[in-house]
C-alpha cells in the first residue's frame, strides 16, 4: 500500500509540474494590443528631432475596440541590425490610447526605433513597427 502511495504521489506531482510548464509555454499565444503608429519621417520638427505619434487598442471577443488608456508604452532604440534594443522612453497613453513623443535622428549613422506594450491584462507583449531614421 506504502509503495501505491508513493508512486501515485509522484505521479500526481509530474502531472502537476507539467501543467506548469504547459501554461507557461502558452503564454507566447496570448492576443495581443493593436499599435497605429504615424511614419516619424513625415512629421520632423527641427533638425534631428522627429515627432512619433501613434495609438494602442485592445481587441475584445465581441469585435469592438478599446482604448489602452492611461498606460505605458515603452519607446526603443537600437544602432545596428545585430544590436539589443535598449528601453530609451516610457510614456503614457491617454484616454484615448494615444501616445506622443519625440525621437531623434543621428547626424551619422542609423538608428532603429519601435515602440512596445508589455503584456498585462490577458494580453501578450506588442511591438509596433520598426522604423529608421538617419541623414545622407
Not at 508513493?6 to 496570448?30: D, E, F, H, K, Y
Not at 537600437?78 to 525621437?103: A, D, P, Q, S
Request: with cysteine; aromatic share 10%.
Amino acid at each position: 500500500m506504502r509503495k501505491f502511495r508513493a508512486v501515485l504521489a509522484a505521479l500526481v506531482a509530474a502531472l502537476l509540474v507539467g501543467g506548469m510548464l504547459m501554461s507557461s509555454a502558452s503564454a507566447g499565444s496570448l492576443p495581443k494590443r493593436i499599435i497605429d503608429e504615424e511614419r516619424p519621417g513625415d512629421n520632423q520638427v527641427s533638425y534631428n528631432a522627429f515627432k512619433l505619434k501613434g495609438s494602442v487598442m485592445e481587441p475584445q471577443a465581441d469585435g469592438t475596440l478599446l482604448p489602452y488608456a492611461d498606460q505605458q508604452v515603452k519607446i526603443l532604440k537600437k544602432k545596428c541590425g545585430t544590436c539589443k534594443w535598449k528601453t530609451v522612453k516610457k510614456i503614457k497613453t491617454n484616454e484615448l490610447g494615444v501616445f506622443k513623443t519625440r525621437i531623434f535622428a543621428p547626424e551619422q549613422g542609423r538608428w532603429k526605433w519601435r515602440s512596445k506594450v508589455d503584456h498585462s491584462n490577458g494580453f501578450g507583449n506588442t511591438k509596433g513597427k520598426v522604423w529608421t531614421l538617419y541623414f545622407d
